[in-house]
T-cell receptor
Framework: GENVEQHPSTLSVQEGDSAVIKCTYS??????FPWYKQELGKRPQLIID?????GEKKDQRIAVTLNKTAKHFSLHITETQPEDSAVYFC???????????????FGKGTLLTVNP | DTGVSQDPRHKITKRGQNVTFRCDPI?????LYWYRQTLGQGPEFLTY????????KSRLLSDRFSAERPKGSFSTLEIQRTEQGDSAMYLC????????????FGPGTRLTVT
């Protein structure tokens, strides 16, 4: 089955700096890679995702890059703000024909702390 | 609130008791997933439904666990003869199905087995 490794487990940055979180996956068939943000005591919320036919995707201060050959993908947050502090999870999934996706396999998470 | 809802939000039970959790997905979402999350870990897949059909169960789902989605809408997850190792956050997620990949999570049910 799929295995997702995520690094680092904790990341502390100063407000305004950039943060990068990296994940690797094992199953070359995986083709859908979402990132979730989970604040303490709250539900995971999808912040950005990427499919394997795309190398990079941006949404304002957040970007995700994917290297299919190396089987790794990364989350980039620029101009970090204190409200970005949370646990971030990467995940990998097989998206079936027609778009419906299968189970998500998650990394262990990265606790991001943005210091004012 | 039109998001995924779960009930109860917290459950404390004694070892050996049975518990049942409920998940109400977003209306018209035909895929429903159950995950389990322990402290410091990412969610782990347990099972999922396409409408009322349970299509896969993880090996994490022992014989003490059973899930149903009788009418293709809400789902229940029952744990029989609870053990302390069952203590975790049980998360439900739903997705639209064909043409959509995004899974939307509920707030979870935190189970504590004493």
């Amino acid at each position: 089955g799929e295995n997702v490794e995520q690094h680092p487990s904790t990341l502390s940055v100063q407000e305004g700096d950039s943060a990068v979180i990296k994940c690797t996956y094992s199953d070359s068939a995986s083709n859908y890679f979402p990132w979730y943000k989970q604040e303490l005591g709250k539900r995971p919320q999808l912040i950005i995702d990427i499919r394997s036919n795309v190398g990079e995707k941006k949404d304002q201060r957040i970007a995700v890059t994917l290297n299919k050959t190396a089987k790794h993908f990364s989350l980039h947050i620029t101009e970090t703000q204190p409200e970005d502090s949370a646990v971030y999870f990467c995940a990998a999934s097989l998206s079936l024909s027609g778009g419906s996706n299968y189970k998500l396999t998650f990394g262990k998470g990265t606790l991001l702390t943005v210091n004012p | 609130d039109t998001g995924v809802s779960q009930d109860p939000r917290h459950k404390i039970t004694k070892r050996g008791q049975n518990v049942t959790f409920r998940c109400d997905p977003i209306s018209e979402h035909n895929r429903l997933y159950w995950y389990r999350q322990t402290l410091g870990q990412g969610p782990e897949f347990l099972t999922y439904f396409q409408n009322e059909a349970q299509l896969e169960k993880s090996r994490l789902l022992s014989d003490r666990f059973s899930a149903e989605r009788p009418k293709g809408s809400f789902s229940t997850l029952e744990i029989q003869r609870t053990e302390q190792g069952d203590s975790a956050m049980y998360l439900c997620a739903s997705s639209l199905g064909t043409g959509s990949t995004e899974q939307y999570f509920g707030p979870g049910t935190r189970l504590t087995v004493t």
